[in-house]
């Protein structure tokens, strides 16, 4: 697959085939768990129905959404097409999937309760909190992160040379090269000597441009301040509590949990099944697995409050500093019908899902496709605006 501009903002790669177009506050250990919705099979409006099935008409296999809202007991599920061509059968709402970039938003969390508790600032400069042996300039940037801070890192305004758009890894990654190399690891210093081989994109502070190195960074950053993995601290600080039992973090294995479907992209002009992978590259930009429910639970608690305290809540909304396209790890979508939506976006190999919730929390969507790529544009606001405004009042 051709690599992706980068330009549509939350999306976890990037290049031309564009796909249409994430709870509880740390050591809040009494708090009572979240207990997981019961999906509703009713038939759901008829507006979601003919988004979900545009899609497939579009060319994705499949496509499926979760609604939750407020006073409702049960959440609404979805469904178009299918989740194994082989095989026929629909997509579930217990399916677990590849979330992309959706990832980054619980990264974004984590990086600011660990502001909220003092131990990072986020004016701090980022090679300030890099872990022994990882690198922090390089031959192509010998400025390298020494400039950067974790604000910039989290709302994309770093600069740092994206590494899946190093022409031989994205070929390897997305490309013809993908048969071969699927199952290769790949190590955050290595994937970060790439970026520093290439020349910034701009200086520090001075534009939005969305990078994977960026959050590739703050996984990092996170190990060296609290001497954890990454993906440890979010299971302990938002898994656990809020009891996402269906969400991981898989790092290098390849396989996904049961129950899934499968997953396909386009590499030339071929369909190939890409289900099975080794997310080492993706890590902390977008490696994450999950379901639509442990999306929406995760969503309603973050913008609920249940997740930061007020001032790092207006932190994560900020987007004056990239002219209103992104905060930190979330940003705010406005439809057509004057209602916005917060939420994220991400995809990777085989994999699209989109989040977008009331500002509230208290009305959440989730959607997801079993393809990365599209072959009919489809607005990417499609489902969101069949859900929140045919649903107003």
Same mark, same amino acid.
């Given at each position: 697959?051709?690599?992706?501009?980068?330009?549509?903002?939350?999306?976890? $790669?990037?290049?031309?085939?564009?796909?249409?177009?994430?709870?509880? #506050?740390?050591?809040? =250990?009494?708090?009572?768990?979240?207990?997981?919705?019961? /999906?509703?099979?009713?038939?759901?409006? =008829?507006?979601?129905?003919?988004?979900?099935?545009?899609?497939?008409? %579009?060319?994705?296999?499949?496509?499926?959404?979760?609604?939750?809202?407020?006073?409702? +007991?049960?959440?609404?599920?979805?469904?178009?097409?299918?989740?194994? @061509?082989?095989?026929?059968?629909?997509?579930?709402?217990?399916?677990?999937?590849? =979330?992309?970039?959706?990832?980054?938003?619980?990264?974004?969390?984590?990086?600011?309760?660990?502001? =909220?508790?003092?131990? #990072?600032?986020?004016?701090?400069?980022?090679?300030?909190?890099?872990?022994?042996?990882?690198?922090?300039?390089?031959?192509?940037?010998? *400025?390298?992160?020494?400039?950067?801070?974790?604000?910039?890192?989290?709302?994309?305004?770093?600069? #740092?040379?994206?590494?899946?758009?190093? /022409?031989?890894?994205?070929?390897?990654?997305?490309?013809?090269?993908?048969?071969?190399?699927?199952?290769?690891?790949?190590?955050?210093?290595?994937?970060?000597?790439?970026?520093?081989?290439? !020349?910034?994109?701009?200086?520090?502070?001075?534009?939005?441009?969305?990078?994977?190195?960026?959050?590739?960074?703050?996984?990092?950053? &996170?190990?060296?301040?609290?001497?954890?993995?990454?993906?440890?601290?979010? $299971?302990?600080?938002?898994?656990?509590?809020?009891?996402?039992?269906?969400?991981?973090?898989?790092?290098?294995?390849?396989?996904?949990?049961? +129950?899934? %479907?499968?997953?396909?992209?386009?590499?030339?002009?071929?369909?190939?099944?890409?289900?099975?992978?080794? /997310?080492?590259?993706?890590? +902390?930009?977008?490696?994450?697995?999950?379901?639509? %429910?442990?999306?929406?639970?995760?969503?309603?608690? @973050?913008?609920?409050?249940?997740?930061?305290?007020?001032?790092?809540?207006?932190? &994560?909304?900020?987007?004056?500093?990239?002219?209103? &396209?992104?905060?930190?790890?979330?940003?705010? *979508?406005?439809?057509?019908?004057?209602?916005?939506?917060?939420?994220?976006?991400?995809?990777?190999?085989?994999?699209?899902?989109?989040?977008?919730?009331?500002?509230?929390?208290? !009305?959440?969507?989730?959607?997801? #496709?079993?393809?990365?790529?599209?072959?009919?544009?489809?607005?990417?606001?499609?489902?969101? *605006?069949?859900?929140?405004?045919?649903?107003?009042?």
């Amino acid at each position: 697959m051709p690599r992706r501009s980068g330009r549509h903002r939350g999306t976890f $790669r990037t290049g031309a085939l564009a796909v249409l177009a994430a709870l509880l #506050l740390t050591g809040s =250990a009494g708090r009572p768990r979240v207990t997981p919705p019961s /999906p509703d099979h009713r038939r759901p409006p =008829a507006t979601t129905m003919r988004a979900l099935h545009r899609l497939v008409h %579009g060319g994705s296999p499949g496509a499926a959404s979760l609604t939750t809202r407020a006073g409702f +007991p049960t959440a609404r599920f979805s469904t178009a097409g299918v989740a194994d @061509l082989r095989s026929g059968r629909p997509m579930g709402p217990q399916d677990r999937f590849r =979330a992309g970039s959706l990832t980054k938003t619980l990264v974004a969390t984590v990086v600011l309760q660990l502001a =909220a508790e003092h131990r #990072l600032s986020l004016a701090d400069r980022a090679a300030a909190h890099l872990p022994p042996g990882v690198p922090a300039t390089g031959p192509g940037d010998r *400025t390298g992160l020494r400039g950067v801070t974790i604000r910039q890192l989290l709302n994309h305004t770093s600069g #740092l040379f994206n590494y899946t758009d190093d /022409p031989r890894l994205s070929e390897n990654l997305f490309g013809t090269g993908f048969g071969a190399h699927r199952y290769d690891r790949h190590t955050p210093a290595e994937l970060l000597r790439t970026t520093l081989s290439h !020349h910034p994109t701009a200086a520090p502070g001075t534009r939005y441009s969305y990078s994977n190195t960026n959050y590739l960074v703050l996984g990092q950053v &996170i190990r060296a301040v609290t001497g954890h993995p990454y993906a440890t601290e979010i $299971r302990r600080r938002l898994l656990v509590p809020a009891g996402l039992g269906h969400t991981s973090f898989p790092g290098t294995d390849p396989a996904l949990p049961t +129950p899934h %479907g499968r997953a396909y992209s386009l590499i030339g002009d071929r369909r190939v099944d890409t289900t099975s992978l080794n /997310p080492s590259w993706a890590g +902390p930009a977008g490696e994450m697995v999950t379901t639509l %429910g442990d999306l929406n639970r995760f969503y309603s608690a @973050l913008l609920g409050g249940r997740l930061l305290a007020p001032r790092q809540m207006a932190q &994560i909304r900020d987007e004056k500093r990239t002219g209103g &396209i992104y905060g930190l790890g979330l940003y705010a *979508t406005e439809l057509p019908c004057g209602v916005t939506v917060w939420g994220n976006r991400g995809d990777i190999n085989g994999s699209y899902a989109r989040t977008a919730a009331t500002a509230d929390g208290r !009305h959440v969507l989730s959607y997801r #496709l079993n393809t990365d790529a599209h072959s009919t544009p489809v607005p990417d606001t499609a489902v969101l *605006t069949a859900e929140f405004c045919a649903s107003r009042g």
